[in-house]
């Protein structure tokens, strides 16, 4: 009689294990964990004029003259229109037209070397109100020129060295 209830008490406990194993194991068993689908990296969107004041550069009509003044203040602590002449800027000799990023022995960021931006005058216009708007994590440490006209003054400023491929 005693080995009966023994079997019988032996076969409950296992009952018992059997019972938590499956409750345990509904954490393994459940919903597959959702996972965000991978999708393939989409293609960096092609370089285009990025608006990042109201401005139309064709409202402006830049002069040279006040160009020079505004690159005395505001951009020869650091550029140089002299072609081949490198500061803590790159040469500015023939920028308008220019591809980004291409002055040899200057050591550009990354941003600015990949940006593939060309220097049109329009470009030019929209990069000088805000810099690291139009080329984020750019090392060009200056803020912008808020003045339109400025910026227009300026680019017929360096506009005097030429025009890249023309
Ligand atoms: C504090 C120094 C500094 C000042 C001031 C400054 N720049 Fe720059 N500029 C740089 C540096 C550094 C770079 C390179 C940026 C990079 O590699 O991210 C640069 C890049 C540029 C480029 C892109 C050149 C290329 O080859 O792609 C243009 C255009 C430019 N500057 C124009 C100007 C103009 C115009 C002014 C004045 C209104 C000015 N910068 C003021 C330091 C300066």
Same mark, same amino acid.
């Given at each position: %009689?005693?080995?009966? !209830?023994?079997? =019988? /008490?032996?076969? @409950?406990?296992? $009952?018992?294990? &059997? =019972? =938590? $194993?499956?409750?345990?194991?509904?954490?393994? $068993?459940? &919903?597959?964990?959702?996972?965000?689908?991978?999708? @393939?990296?989409?293609?960096?969107?092609?370089?285009?004029?990025?608006? !990042?004041?109201?401005?139309?550069?064709? #409202?402006?009509?830049? #002069?040279?003259?006040?160009?020079?003044?505004?690159?005395?203040?505001?951009?020869?602590?650091?550029?140089?229109?002299?072609?081949?002449?490198? /500061?803590?800027?790159?040469? =500015?000799?023939?920028? *308008?037209?220019?591809?980004?990023?291409? !002055?040899?022995?200057?050591?550009?960021?990354?941003?600015?070397?990949?940006?593939?931006?060309?220097?049109?005058?329009?470009? %030019?216009?929209?990069?000088? @109100?805000?810099?690291? &708007?139009?080329?984020?994590?750019?090392? %060009?440490?200056?803020?912008?020129?808020? #003045?339109?006209?400025?910026?227009? #003054?300026? *680019? $017929?400023? *360096?506009?005097?060295?030429?025009?890249?491929?023309?």
């Amino acid at each position: %009689m005693s080995k009966r !209830v023994e079997l =019988l /008490r032996a076969s @409950a406990g296992l $009952a018992a294990l &059997a =019972l =938590l $194993a499956a409750c345990g194991g509904g954490e393994q $068993a459940g &919903a597959p964990k959702a996972e965000t689908p991978t999708t @393939a990296e989409a293609p960096a969107p092609a370089p285009e004029v990025q608006k !990042v004041a109201s401005e139309n550069y064709a #409202d402006y009509t830049g #002069d040279a003259e006040r160009g020079a003044a505004v690159f005395r203040t505001h951009c020869a602590s650091c550029h140089v229109l002299e072609e081949g002449v490198n /500061r803590v800027g790159p040469s =500015l000799y023939q920028k *308008i037209g220019a591809t980004a990023g291409q !002055v040899p022995g200057f050591r550009y960021s990354k941003a600015n070397a990949e940006s593939g931006i060309v220097w049109t005058e329009e470009q %030019m216009f929209t990069y000088l @109100a805000n810099p690291q &708007a139009v080329i984020p994590g750019t090392i %060009m440490a200056f803020a912008g020129l808020p #003045d339109p006209q400025e910026r227009a #003054d300026v *680019i $017929a400023y *360096i506009k005097t060295t030429g025009v890249k491929g023309s």
